[in-house]
């Protein structure tokens, strides 16, 4: 069992550095978008809509224009086995901040326990169950959602950017089609104004030709 432990945590290692390395720190999109891509989908993973996390993961990168794919994987910060140690604090939190008595941990044990397989069925028993602790619940989770959100965007923002300007100099992979594009039209620039100034040198008139040649009777 130890052995197995240990295998499935090395696969899921190298899995997430594989991830890192090819999808954030490689990807052709500013930091900016990564960093808030990430930090939507780890907002999403903490909010209590198992069933609906990645597509509504999608929907807010859409909305704000961050990248739509690299958020998706932080959403299974909650899931079956994780929903419990996730939604009991931020459900604690919430009852402390509307001044409610909680419910018991026990609860919670036997929702996830008793859950019935099948995606729509899944929904329609959590949607039941969280109407009886719904706005504690989602109140407390909106305000870890957001605290664990804001830091991680800053975090993954200036990670790229320290990465990227210590490898490449720059904040776009040199091999993206979009760094491609930015360096021809570098180049195309360069070249206009090396020829408008040598159009410049060209027509300019010599100063001794400007000179009065005049002499004196």
């Known amino acids: 069992m130890r052995r197995r432990t240990r295998i499935l945590f090395k696969y899921w290692w190298r899995s997430a550095q594989k991830f890192i390395f090819f999808k954030v720190l490689h990807t052709d999109d500013p930091p900016y978008r990564l960093a808030m891509g990430v930090a939507i989908g780890l907002f999403m993973g903490i909010m209590p809509i198992m069933g609906i996390q990645m597509i509504g993961t999608f929907f ?7 990248n739509k794919l690299v958020g998706q994987p932080f ?37 996830i326990e008793t859950a019935p397989p099948g995606w729509w069925d899944l929904i329609r028993y959590y949607s039941s169950a969280l109407l009886q602790i719904a706005e504690p619940l989602f109140l ?23 990465y990227r ?53």
């Not at 407390?140 to 320290?162: D, H, R, S």
Request: glycine share 4%; with cysteine; hydrophobic share 40%.
């Open 140 to 162: 407390g989770c909106t305000v870890v959602a957001f605290l664990a959100a804001t830091p991680t965007y800053f975090i993954v923002k200036y990670g790229v950017i320290w």
């Open 165 to 217: 300007l210590r490898r490449w100099g720059q904040l776009i992979p040199p091999t993206s089609p979009r760094a491609q594009k930015l360096q021809e039209e570098m180049e195309r620039r360069q070249h206009a104004r090396e020829a408008s100034s040598d159009n410049q040198i060209v027509h300019t008139t010599p100063k001794a030709a400007t000179q009065d040649t005049t002499h004196p009777l």
């Open 60 to 66: 807010l990168a859409w909305l704000f224009r961050a």
């Open 75 to 111: 959403v299974w910060v909650s899931n079956p086995l994780t929903a419990v140690p996730v939604y009991y604090p931020c459900y604690l939190l919430g009852a402390k901040l509307m001044v409610e008595t909680p419910v018991k941990y026990e609860w919670f044990v036997d929702k």
